[in-house]
């Protein structure tokens, strides 16, 4: 017996793996991709845990070597990491609450988890968790990661059984397609 999800019974599950909270312009896009299906979408959102110590060295490693050498103005010693995790995990809290309610302003319905573990195997997890029938990864532009094909989405088409979609979070479908001012219209 297979699943009709033009009948209304039962539900479509969507899987979205997303790197900051989604704006309601992305929200309403990622819904219209659902609105001839009959049976209850549901959205369920994966947002990857900022990690602190990555953080704290990418802001170190933006301060010029001779800054850092003739006079640095951040010692390691003198961060607070335990603060710094708790902002990380405040800021993605509060980045996948906003990204629920934007899928549910839009007419959707939406669960979510902030995951500290790798984003592709938290995906598959869910995936397989959810019996999910396509995932969406949503990004920004990583063009450097996509050529090699190491990007997320790539390394997830890799893995899961299931189609996934890749958007370009603030860019809608026409812009991503080349017909605005998205990626390829630099």
């Known amino acids: 017996m297979t699943d009709d999800i033009s ?20 929200a309403t896009q990622v819904r ?24 704290i060295e990418a802001s170190l490693g933006t301060l010029g070597a001779g800054d850092v050498m003739a006079a640095p103005s951040m010692v390691m010693s003198d961060i607070d990491l335990d603060a710094v995790r708790q902002e990380c995990r405040d800021r993605s809290d509060s980045d996948l609450a906003l990204t629920v309610k934007a899928i549910e302003a839009a007419g959707g319905k939406a669960t979510g988890t902030v995951t500290s573990e790798p984003p592709v195997d938290a995906l598959a997890a869910k995936v397989s968790e959810v019996d999910a029938r396509e995932v969406i990864v949503l990004t920004r532009p ?20 299931v189609p996934v979609l890749h958007l370009l979070e603030h860019e809608n479908f026409d812009e991503q397609s080349g017909g605005g001012e998205g990626v390829s219209g630099f």
Do not use: C, N
């Open 7 to 26: 009948d209304g019974v039962g539900t479509y599950d969507v899987v979205l793996l997303v790197e900051t909270a989604m704006s309601g312009g992305d």
């Open 32 to 55: 219209s991709l659902h609105s001839d299906i009959e049976d209850q979408v549901v959205y369920h959102v994966l947002l990857p845990l900022e990690d602190a110590s990555a953080r």
């Open 142 to 161: 990583h063009l450097v990661a996509e050529f090699f094909h190491v990007d997320w989405t790539s390394r997830a088409r890799r893995k899961l059984g």
